[in-house]
């Protein structure tokens, strides 16, 4: 915070798709809440009252909301933005909060531009700051402990039994006519399988709350096509599986595995020994120190020697190589480091980042896809680790 | 948007958790875009170029983000607020976005402060506005058409078996004690039955992103306790069975029922008998026209007549009647409408709003506490209909 000239930061709203609130709050269950976090001092965590129980489990100094009467003020001022200006203006006296204050957690922008502007207007002591890139919570959730990466560990696990019996559950079909059949004899649907994947989490108790991708076919050469509900499962196509769960509202793993059934088109084979080398010329590319959009480099690379078509050749293709090498992981699917290949992006790989490589190579109108994806955590010592621990193989023998 | 005196409505972000989007896409699986909306024409939707299948299932007018070649801007600025600025400068001017512009969906707050204080800045045609409030959307939103009902329907229907599937699963234990047992001897817990419930939706292709209240005894008397992992489940004590799930980005459904196994103690089922009345004396005050915080007002008189404590009294109760009476209920489980008993409340109730009532009677020093939770839906012609097929009956025989 120092760095940053920052006194102190709040970070509020729900904790309903907002990472750095649940980070903060050590994965307590409480739905909502004010956390403040004055340079130097502990956190203070502002909670709802009938959320009293849950709130004690964030080991946080606790504060009830309660205290500041919410109700009579929105009675007193009628207006829900000069009454949310006062609520503030009491927590803010109350804790002795101010100077360059930074703001995070989401919020809808609209309201958030109007609150912070009228704070910043009405509050003589207190300059409301914000962060566009890399915050300060961005930062310290990029960097893993070794408590977290027990949690990813545990989550890569269970994700890779996920996909293995999604692999087995494919195998237990019967074929006709090129084409996976249930006991009925109607044809097993993409829509059929992610209901299946939907239950190997729930077993788990994962969630899937992005939604998993399962797309075959010519819908597997476009990088987030979900794959179409009513699609057959067909023999000698690719299948992009691409699943990102987590434990209720705790980490995300993410892995991508491209296979065909039975058999492959010896194109599709090239093309998927082209991606599986490349995953491994991306990780013996991490070392710390180096820079992230280095490693995007190094894939653009790899491809273009390969004569496939790049986004760093042609920002605009929609063939080849056309999307980021990866994305840091953790409460979020997409968190920091990233690792676009721009100027502005001068990050460098550190210990604790935990990031996936996940190279891919489409050709939508040659009908197929392929991507590959494995995590990455760099080790106290520096060292890259693979934490995704499932073989790569193109063909699944029926 | 002409009451609002806005030009054009600029809603933006990630889909995840983002409802205001997924409902202008239709519920398209996109994971993000932009959405422009001027006034008196039909929205654009800005996608990015990976999702450009899924973008179709929209129905909106497409524009594909890569031709705003927003990477060769980031190059030429290297400050990504320059770079976000000169993008929607290039948006705006090729769909001739200018005047009152409001912004909307959700992002970090300090983010949005920055982006649209340097746009308002910035833009010379373009004044930047938000909404605290009831928003545009929100109000679009908060009526539901019969599509909407007709999900909403299936999502109770559903919801409905697994909270009936979920006593089943109860009655099928053991008892040894006064309490229920596994096969193997061992108590069963509320996090076994958490479990189990996870599985139930899986099966229906549901999920439950805000997780379920299962809470026993003394944890009963908290509304938003969740439950403790680890507590066994005792007969004669309150069971707070709380339930909001949903379709994968589709419609929520929000039930809640009391129960004992076995039997109860007198004075709970005293309570219970109130809370239920309760219920049925608010969706009486059901009418078009009706303001909302009347129904708050009714179920705090009804429970003050029968002497129990509740927040009109005294804001800070933790005894007693001490929630909301209910909330709107769609894409988000809080929603419009709103029932708080404030001045600044002005809504009136109105066709196609949906929504819960949920009274409940909380004594966590006694260690109980009972809430029912019903959902209702004004129809067409003005009519309260109950959207809950569930009976309400304290004691469950074992």
Same mark, same amino acid.
């Given at each position: 915070?120092?760095?940053?000239?920052?006194?102190?930061?709040?970070?509020?709203?729900?904790?309903?798709?907002?990472?750095?609130?649940?980070?903060?709050?050590?994965?307590?269950?409480?739905?909502?809440?004010?956390?403040?976090?004055?340079?130097?001092?502990?956190?203070?965590?502002?909670?709802?009252?009938?959320?009293?129980?849950?709130?004690?489990?964030?080991?946080?100094?606790?504060?009830?909301?309660?205290?500041?009467?919410?109700?009579?003020?929105?009675?007193?001022?009628?207006?829900?933005?000069?009454?949310?200006?006062?609520?503030?203006?009491?927590?803010?006296?109350?804790?002795?909060?101010?100077?360059?204050?930074?703001?995070?957690?989401?919020?809808?922008?609209?309201?958030?531009?109007?609150?912070?502007?009228?704070?910043?207007?009405?509050?003589?002591?207190?300059?409301?700051?914000?962060?566009?890139?890399?915050?300060?919570?961005?930062?310290?959730?990029?960097?893993?402990?070794?408590?977290?990466?027990?949690?990813?560990?545990?989550?890569?696990?269970?994700?890779?039994?996920?996909?293995?019996?999604?692999?087995?559950?494919?195998?237990?079909?019967?074929?006709?006519?090129?084409?996976?059949?249930?006991?009925?004899?109607?044809?097993?649907?993409?829509?059929?399988?992610?209901?299946?994947?939907?239950?190997?989490?729930?077993?788990?108790?994962? +969630?899937?709350?992005?939604?998993?991708?399962?797309?075959?076919?010519?819908?597997?050469?476009?990088?987030?096509?979900?794959?179409?509900?009513?699609?057959?499962?067909?023999?000698?196509?690719?299948?992009?599986?691409?699943?990102?769960?987590?434990?209720?509202?705790?980490?995300?793993?993410?892995?991508?595995?491209?296979?065909?059934?039975?058999?492959?088109?010896?194109?599709?084979?090239?093309?998927?020994?082209?991606?599986?080398?490349?995953?491994?010329?991306?990780?013996?590319?991490?070392?710390?120190?180096?820079?992230?959009?280095?490693?995007?480099?190094?894939?653009?690379?790899?491809? +273009?020697?390969?004569?496939?078509?790049?986004?760093?050749?042609?920002?605009?293709?929609?063939?080849?190589?056309?999307?980021?090498?990866?994305?840091?992981?953790?409460?979020?699917?997409?968190?920091?480091?990233?690792?676009?290949?721009?100027?502005?992006?001068?990050?460098?790989?550190?210990?604790?980042?935990?990031?996936?490589?996940?190279?891919?190579?489409?050709?939508?109108?040659?009908?197929?896809?392929?991507?590959?994806?494995?995590?990455?955590?760099?080790?106290?010592?520096?060292?890259?680790?693979?934490?995704?621990?499932?073989?790569?193989?193109?063909?699944?023998?029926?």
């Amino acid at each position: 915070m120092e760095e940053r000239g920052l006194d102190a930061a709040v970070v509020a709203g729900h904790t309903y798709g907002n990472p750095t609130l649940v980070y903060l709050l050590n994965g307590a269950e409480v739905s909502q809440g004010i956390v403040v976090k004055k340079r130097g001092e502990e956190a203070v965590f502002i909670h709802s009252p009938i959320e009293r129980d849950e709130a004690v489990a964030t080991g946080l100094r606790l504060v009830n909301m309660a205290k500041y009467d919410f109700v009579s003020i929105l009675r007193e001022k009628e207006d829900r933005l000069e009454a949310t200006v006062e609520l503030y203006r009491r927590i803010f006296a109350e804790l002795e909060v101010r100077g360059e204050v930074g703001f995070y957690g989401i919020a809808d922008r609209g309201q958030a531009y109007l609150l912070l502007k009228a704070l910043d207007e009405t509050l003589p002591d207190v300059h409301v700051r914000g962060e566009v890139e890399r915050g300060l919570f961005d930062v310290a959730r990029e960097t893993k402990d070794a408590t977290e990466i027990a949690q990813m560990q545990e989550v890569a696990r269970l994700t890779i039994e996920v996909m293995q019996d999604t692999v087995q559950f494919l195998r237990q079909h019967r074929i006709q006519d090129e084409t996976l059949v249930t006991d009925d004899g109607s044809p097993l649907t993409v829509g059929r399988v992610k209901q299946h994947i939907l239950r190997l989490l729930a077993e788990r108790r994962m +969630e899937d709350p992005e939604g998993v991708i399962f797309a075959i076919g010519r819908d597997a050469g476009v990088p987030h096509s979900k794959g179409r509900t009513n699609d057959p499962i067909r023999l000698g196509q690719t299948i992009v599986y691409d699943l990102f769960p987590r434990r209720p509202g705790g980490y995300f793993f993410d892995c991508t595995r491209t296979f065909c059934l039975g058999y492959a088109p010896p194109e599709v084979e090239q093309v998927y020994q082209d991606v599986k080398e490349c995953v491994q010329a991306v990780i013996d590319a991490v070392e710390v120190g180096v820079e992230a959009r280095r490693l995007q480099q190094v894939a653009c690379a790899f491809f +273009e020697e390969r004569g496939h078509p790049t986004i760093a050749g042609d920002p605009k293709t929609e063939e080849g190589f056309v999307h980021s090498v990866g994305h840091g992981l953790g409460l979020a699917v997409h968190e920091e480091p990233a690792f676009s290949d721009v100027p502005s992006n001068t990050r460098t790989l550190q210990p604790g980042h935990v990031f996936t490589v996940e190279p891919g190579l489409y050709y939508p109108e040659r009908g197929y896809g392929v991507r590959i994806e494995d995590v990455v955590w760099i080790d106290e010592a520096g060292k890259a680790q693979n934490l995704t621990e499932l073989p790569k193989e193109l063909i699944v023998e029926l």
